[in-house]
């Protein structure tokens, strides 16, 4: 049964009135009455207002009481606020169960289900309804890893280390620039909604195929809004030059067998950023990379070093929160992109979508979502340009203190190609809810919502393997091209020792006999003939199987 909709046109009267009313009788100007007339209230509930006025009140209206006050209200909405904050958000269901667990530990009066244990459906719309503050989202994952990353002393570590370069080489908005990359299908990576017949159960989509081919797209930009012309990395052994028609201007192409960006192809790509941005040794750019194993190659830090361009790695696992090119490009690109790819296929019936026609359709794409406010306000919202150190709210560090461990340390992989330490949960909000809070007979109406649904705590697991450390900031100076060449040299004599060497063939003597050490000697007497084709067994091909007659023994 839903909530009651109200039919009358009762309490129409106005609150200004009824305070005026209130005035003139107690100034005793006029009775109830005539006030009630003067004023246009009724004369019932001008009395009653009156009391209230006074400090009598009943408490609740009508002949319900709500099952939460105000106050205990307010506890649970915060509580809400607080779980989400910390990446622990509450479900519609988890909210109505905790609902009801507050409900018996503080032992109140309520009408929720005891077998369900939990709320209604419609105490839960009037408790959104009353509390505008809420709404119901369609949350981000966001691992593990990027959670306990993103942490106070590691981001200010990181402005810190930013403010020294830009100081250093007094940087200017057009010295700066940010380059990424991001995977791209052949069907898109979400679908969005459509108009359909009512009640249909299922509703389909056209798609190219059911996974779809993939490919990798390097994109770069400034402050200004200038933009690198894209660079795109297909899954293929021979470059062909039909993969770029219709390519935004100036875009190049790279092959690499899965399609993947390594320490070669972004060698290749610093020489396109070379040939449109133009560093020089007297005018050197600033390039924000995410730390990527390809951006670490030694002779990728060594060719950047000697045209200009430093080069300064974000800290592990919070490029979604400090990269521009996360924050405002590729969410954009992302959703026109898909838009395309549906488009395409409305205007090429009976056509599927491959790699030749991936550049014509990212440039619609492109052009749409490579605009001069998109880079503004992605340099703007992650505090390099303007340089901004307090962009970020205290609120965004809360998913880190779900962690005991100490926060200043850095993350022990790097992005993209080693794994982050796993957070183990020791409890997490939805196994907290889905257990039945045990109520003593006694309930504690003094007990707290913290101690009816307790904040999640995670511990670090012990990771046997160690990794090497991630690296934040100038990636090409001195100290860190040492330890470039360094790992280098250690990865060059892993392989060399790891080489296998060539299998040798070894081919068994054949034994027989009365006991197996004898073994066969091949004479003029003794030498068999095949059955078949009556080849003797001396001149028959190295490494031929014979078969031995078990009663001749040959």
Same mark, same amino acid.
């Given at each position: 049964?839903? $909530? ?40 019932? @509930? ?12 009943? *408490?609740?209206? %009508? ?43 503080? *032992? ?15 105490? =839960? ?13 369609? $949350? ?28 250093? =080489? ?56 200038? =933009? ?21 201007? !100036? ?7 899965? !399609? ?30 995410? *730390?990527? *194993? ?29 990269? #521009? ?24 019936? %009976? ?12 440039? @619609?794409? =492109? ?10 306000? %992605?340099?703007?919202?992650? %505090? ?14 809360? #998913? ?42 006694? $309930? ?25 450390? !991630? ?7 001195? #100290? ?75």
């Amino acid at each position: 049964m839903g $909530p009651y909709r109200r039919k009358s046109s009762r309490q129409s009267w106005s609150e200004q009135n009824m305070k005026e009313a209130i005035l003139a009788v107690r100034g005793k100007k006029m009775g109830w009455l005539r006030a009630s007339k003067i004023y246009s209230v009724p004369s019932t @509930t001008l009395r009653r207002q009156a009391k209230i006025a006074d400090g009598w009140r009943k *408490g609740y209206l %009508g002949g319900r009481k709500s099952t939460f006050d105000k106050n205990l209200e307010d506890e649970i909405v915060a509580h809400v606020k607080n779980l989400e904050t910390r990446l622990f958000g509450m479900s519609t269901n988890d909210i109505r169960k905790l609902a009801y667990q507050v409900a018996e530990a503080k *032992g109140l009066s309520h009408k929720f289900s005891a077998a369900k244990e939990m709320a209604g459906w419609d105490w =839960y719309k009037g408790f959104m309804q009353r509390n505008l503050s809420l709404s119901l989202r369609t $949350p981000e994952a966001t691992s593990a890893a990027r959670a306990r990353a993103f942490n106070k002393p590691q981001i200010t570590k990181y402005f810190k280390s930013l403010l020294e370069t830009l100081e250093k =080489y007094d940087f200017q908005p057009n010295q700066i620039w940010n380059v990424d990359e991001s995977g791209l299908s052949t069907v898109p990576s979400k679908n969005a909604k459509i108009i359909a017949t009512k009640g249909r159960k299922q509703v389909g989509i056209l798609s190219s195929a059911e996974r779809g081919q993939h490919l990798t797209v390097v994109c770069c930009m400034n402050p200004l809004g200038i =933009y690198i012309p894209p660079a795109f990395i297909f899954p293929r052994k021979n470059m062909k030059q039909e993969l770029l028609d219709h390519a935004p201007t !100036g875009s190049t192409g790279f092959t690499q067998e899965k !399609g993947w960006m390594t320490g070669d192809i972004f060698l290749k790509w610093l020489k396109h950023f070379v040939k449109y941005a133009k560093p020089t040794e007297e005018e050197q750019i600033l390039l924000l990379v995410d *730390g990527h *194993g390809s951006h670490k190659d030694l002779n990728v830090l060594n060719y950047a070093k000697h045209h200009g361009i430093i080069m300064f790695c974000f800290p592990p696992h919070c490029t979604h929160r400090v990269q #521009p090119l996360d924050v405002s490009f590729y969410g954009p690109l992302t959703s026109f992109y898909n838009q395309e790819l549906i488009s395409w296929l409305r205007n090429h019936p %009976g056509r599927v979508i491959t790699h030749y026609q991936v550049a014509e359709i990212f440039k @619609t794409a =492109y052009n749409k979502s490579a605009t001069i406010e998109n880079a503004e306000k %992605g340099f703007a919202a992650t %505090g390099i340009y303007p340089f901004n150190s307090e962009v970020f709210p205290d609120w965004m560090f809360t #998913p880190s203190e779900v962690t005991n461990v100490d926060l200043s340390d850095n993350e022990t992989s790097s992005q993209g190609t080693e794994n982050a330490e796993q957070i183990r949960p020791s409890t997490s909000a939805t196994s907290q809810l889905s257990e039945t809070l045990e109520i003593t007979k006694s $309930p504690n109406k003094d007990i707290s919502i913290e101690d009816i649904s307790t904040l999640p705590i995670a511990e670090l697991a012990k990771n046997k393997k160690k990794r090497r450390k !991630g690296k934040q900031g100038v990636l090409n100076d001195t #100290p860190n091209l040492e330890e470039a060449k360094k790992v280098e040299s250690e990865k060059k004599n892993k392989q060399k020792n790891s080489q296998k060497t060539a299998v040798r063939r070894v081919t068994k003597n054949l034994y027989f006999g009365e006991s197996d050490d004898e073994r066969l000697e091949t004479d003029d007497e003794d030498d068999p003939a095949c059955i078949f084709c009556n080849e003797l067994y001396t001149v028959s091909k190295s490494g031929e199987m014979w078969i031995q007659c078990q009663k001749s023994r040959k």
